[in-house]
């Protein structure tokens, strides 16, 4: 270690001069590394210090940047509790057994607490907004002990990725950040909204557009079928696509073309997701999980045997699961017939209104009426109300309040349409994991692990070595997170320690904003983010990229 740190002056000089030969290629990396030379000329003691430092650890290879000590382990693979002496250097775990007189910068005392792998979130929405030299924080998600996000769900991708993941690096992020290309970005790009298929030459650019996004380290295929443009397309279309995410080991998440009864249905959704795994060679996962309005109540254990036949089969088939029986979206989403959102103008005759209102009143039907849908948005003057309620204050029925709703804005609502036995069904199996599908104004954006604890592990349904597979381990290894998810020597640490008696959700669907509790330490990438209970960092997040095609590579 010593010797590394001897050639630091040197290294930075060589680093230095070649940031001056091309200082607009990145000039913040040139002043950085300019100012780290600066520092050293005018203190020469900065130097000695570190290698001092280095002179230190190579003379006691059990000194640590943090020690996690006295806590009950659980390491996300499923397995028993441990008790474990948890070292970390760098970014990574040194060890699981530290000797009882290793020293370390800092130590976590985690006597009566349980310390798992941080959690890895593979269904968000997650803030990506990094400018002005600020973080993209994603505080709500920290304070549940997440560690790792997914975004580019629902088939939307990363807007602008490049740039955006740029922001990202550069200012910096709460959370580790991976993402999905999107199905739904590819077409729009190609074909706008046309409700027709593509041809040749537009699927072949469509397929591009899926390998570039691999390539630039995409860990797989989103599909958003329920929603305009993905619903447009067919089974042949997604599979062509994934097929080509799989080429580069990418897998294939999907918002399944129906959860209810709304087109196909929610078994033949279910089949099509089990056809493409099957067709396209990849692993499938079916996010946000649910039988989705009173026509498809009591069918979760026909959707259950499906795909544990299809995971018989050899097939890898996952799912992920928020613990709400109210999903989150936006009246347009769940009201208006998807023709009538496509660049068509047959679509648009004399009948289109009286088609749409036609529309607009099967579809709440089929969500369970307006009592069942609550306006959740923070800048609408019926938030709070259900769409009954607005409908009476606006002197109307439920669908003409709903469509001029709509046009008035659009606004985020929760919609009630979830039976608990269907919820639970889906919640005991081993193949579902915790996700948060996180939207603002919905409670579980803030606390969608915390209450998945209360759910499953207090009563006793889910253990907590259980809890941790499914928060973390089982993510991982799905989305192939190589080095995360797990708590083993080598592994990027990653850990959130929790206190089993104030672990718990305090948002609410009145107050969907409140932070969770009960989340006493947080380590993001070797870093002490939260500490004590009281968040210290909310830049240790990074930006990760698939750059290999499966683990063993």
């Known amino acids: 270690m010593s010797a590394v740190l001897r050639s630091l002056p040197a290294l930075c000089a060589l680093l230095v001069a070649a940031c001056a030969e091309h200082p607009a290629a990145e000039p913040e990396a040139y002043d950085i590394l300019l100012a780290w030379g600066q520092a050293w000329d005018a203190n020469p003691k900065t130097y000695d210090i570190l290698v001092a430092r280095g002179q230190a650890w190579d003379a006691n290879p059990k000194t640590y940047d943090i020690l996690i000590v006295g806590g009950t382990v659980y390491d996300g693979s499923g397995g028993p509790e441990r008790r474990s002496r948890i070292g970390i250097r760098g970014d990574r775990i040194a060890t699981m057994d530290a000797p009882a007189g290793a020293a370390a910068e800092r130590t976590v005392d985690a006597s009566g607490l349980i310390v798992m792998p941080g959690f890895v979130d593979p269904h968000t929405h997650a803030v990506l907004w990094a400018s002005l030299g600020k973080p993209a924080a994603n505080v709500n998600y920290l304070m549940q002990g997440v560690t790792t996000v997914f975004v580019g769900s629902d088939g939307r991708g990363v807007p602008d990725r490049e740039r955006t993941l740029a922001a990202l690096e550069r200012h910096g992020s709460g959370v580790n950040v991976a993402f999905l290309a999107g199905h739904g970005q590819a077409r729009r790009e190609v074909l706008g909204m046309q409700d027709r298929a593509p041809t040749a030459a537009e699927l072949e650019t469509m397929l591009n557009h899926v390998r570039t996004e691999m390539k630039a380290g995409a860990y797989g295929l989103s599909t958003g079928l329920y929603y305009a443009p993905g619903s447009y397309s067919d089974t042949d279309e997604v599979v062509a696509l994934a097929a080509a995410a799989a080429e580069l080991g990418g897998i294939y998440d999907t918002h399944l073309r129906d959860e209810g009864s709304n087109t196909v249905g929610l078994l033949p959704a279910v089949d099509e997701a089990i056809r493409i795994a099957r067709d396209a060679d990849i692993p499938v996962h079916i996010s946000h999980i649910k039988a989705l309005g009173p026509a498809v109540w009591g069918s979760s254990s026909e959707v259950i045997a499906k795909v544990e036949a299809a995971r018989a089969e050899g097939l890898e088939i996952t799912a992920n699961q928020y613990p709400w029986l109210a999903s989150g979206t936006r009246f347009s989403s769940t009201l208006i017939p998807r ?215």
């Not at 496509?342 to 209102?357: C, H, I, Q, S």
């Open 339 to 553: 023709w009538a959102m496509a660049d068509d103008v047959e679509t648009r005759g004399p009948d289109y209104a009286a088609r749409l209102r036609a529309g607009v009143e099967a579809n709440l039907e089929r969500r369970g009426g307006a009592d069942a849908m609550r306006i959740t948005a923070g800048d609408s003057p019926y938030r709070g109300m259900t769409l009954a309620a607005a409908a009476e204050a606006l002197g109307v029925d439920a669908a003409s309040a709903a469509l001029r709703l709509i046009a008035d804005g659009d606004p985020s609502i929760a919609s009630f349409a979830m039976h608990a036995d269907d919820a639970a069904a889906f919640a005991r199996q081993p193949w579902v994991m915790t996700g948060s599908d996180g939207s603002s104004g919905h409670p579980r954006l803030y606390a969608s692990y915390p209450k998945a604890w209360q759910d499953l592990v207090v009563p006793g349904t889910v253990s907590p070595a259980a809890f941790a597979r499914r928060s973390a381990g089982l993510v991982a290894e799905t989305f192939r997170l190589c080095d995360r998810g797990l708590l083993r020597e080598g592994y990027v640490a990653d850990i959130v320690v929790i206190d089993p008696d104030r672990y718990e959700p305090t948002a609410t669907y009145e107050r969907p904003a409140e932070l969770a509790t009960g989340v006493e330490a947080l380590v993001v990438n070797g870093e002490l983010v939260i500490e004590d209970a009281t968040l210290q960092n909310t830049s240790a997040g990074r930006v990760l990229r698939k750059t290999r095609a499966t683990c063993s590579d």
